[in-house]
C-alpha cells in the first residue's frame, strides 16, 4: 500500500523564522512528488519534483527530493503570517493515482 | 468560469438518503480526481478518470460510492445509504495532461457532506 508521511503534524513560528516540512514516502511506480498549500478547502499547487537533487525555488520557498532516501522537504524562509496554511504532500504513480499525506500545519504568530 | 467548479458546497442529508455531488472540471483537463477528506487528515484517493472512463477506482470505499463521466467533462459523485461516516469534505481536481502525476492539479473548493 502506498504510504506518504509527513512532519511535523504541527508547527508553530514567529514571523520571520525558517521553517523546514517533510515529507518521506513508500509507493509503488513513482512518478513525481508534488506539495500544496491549503488555506480553507481548495489546495492550491507550490511545486512539482521528479529528479533528485534539483532544487525548486519559488519566492521564499523552496523544495528538493531524494529519491534514494525517498523523502523531500519543503523550506520556507522569513516566514509571514500569510504562510499559516495546512501543506500538503503527494506523490503520484505512473497509474495516475496520488497518495496524499495527512499535511503538516504551519502557524505563524505575529 | 476559469477555476473547477464543485457545487453544492455545503449538503446536510439524512442517514440512509441519496446524495450526488457535481464536479466542473476546467475545460479541456482530460484527466478528473474525485478525493475525500476528514479533519486532520489528507485527502483521500477516490477515483480518477482519464476522459469518459474511470482508469483507477481503487479508492470507492464500498459498493454505496460510485462516479461517473459521460461526456468527460462533468463528473457525479453518487452515494446511496449513506452514514454518518460518510460525512467529510469531497474534493474535486482537474488536470491537462493524459499522465497527470506529470502535472499540477487544480482543486475545487470542496462540498462538505454532513449526514445526520
Known amino acids: 500500500e502506498d504510504k506518504v508521511v509527513q512532519s511535523p503534524l504541527s508547527l508553530v513560528v514567529h514571523e520571520g523564522d525558517t521553517v523546514t516540512l517533510n515529507c518521506s514516502y513508500e509507493?509503488?511506480?513513482?512518478?513525481?512528488l508534488l506539495w500544496y498549500k491549503q488555506e480553507k478547502k481548495a489546495p492550491t499547487f507550490l511545486f512539482m519534483l521528479?529528479?533528485?537533487?534539483i532544487e525548486k525555488k519559488s519566492g521564499r520557498l523552496s523544495s528538493i527530493l531524494d529519491k534514494k532516501e525517498l523523502f523531500s522537504i519543503l523550506n520556507i524562509t522569513a516566514t509571514q503570517t500569510g504562510d499559516s496554511a495546512i501543506y500538503l504532500c503527494?506523490?503520484?504513480?505512473?497509474?495516475?493515482?496520488?497518495?496524499f499525506g495527512d499535511g503538516t500545519t504551519l502557524t505563524v504568530k505575529p | 468560469g476559469a477555476g473547477v467548479s464543485q457545487t453544492p458546497s455545503n449538503k446536510v442529508t439524512e442517514k440512509g438518503k441519496y446524495v450526488e455531488l457535481r464536479c466542473d472540471p476546467i475545460?479541456?483537463?482530460?484527466?478528473l480526481y474525485w478525493y475525500r477528506q476528514s479533519l486532520g487528515q489528507g485527502p483521500e484517493f477516490l477515483i480518477y478518470?482519464?476522459?469518459?472512463?474511470?482508469?483507477?477506482d481503487s479508492g470507492l470505499p464500498n459498493d454505496r460510492f460510485f462516479a461517473v463521466r459521460p461526456e468527460g467533462s462533468v463528473s457525479t459523485l453518487k452515494i446511496q445509504r449513506t452514514e454518518r461516516g460518510d460525512s467529510a469534505v469531497y474534493l474535486c481536481?482537474?488536470?491537462?495532461?493524459?499522465?497527470?502525476?506529470?502535472?499540477?492539479?487544480?482543486f475545487g473548493q470542496g462540498t462538505r457532506l454532513t449526514v445526520v
Open positions: 475545460s479541456g483537463h482530460t484527466a
Open positions: 503527494a506523490v503520484g504513480t505512473n497509474a495516475g493515482k496520488s497518495t
Open positions: 481536481a482537474s488536470s491537462l495532461l493524459s499522465k497527470p502525476t506529470n502535472t499540477e492539479a487544480f
Open positions: 478518470f482519464q476522459g469518459t472512463g474511470a482508469a483507477d
Open positions: 509507493v509503488t511506480n513513482f512518478r513525481s
Open positions: 521528479t529528479s533528485s537533487g
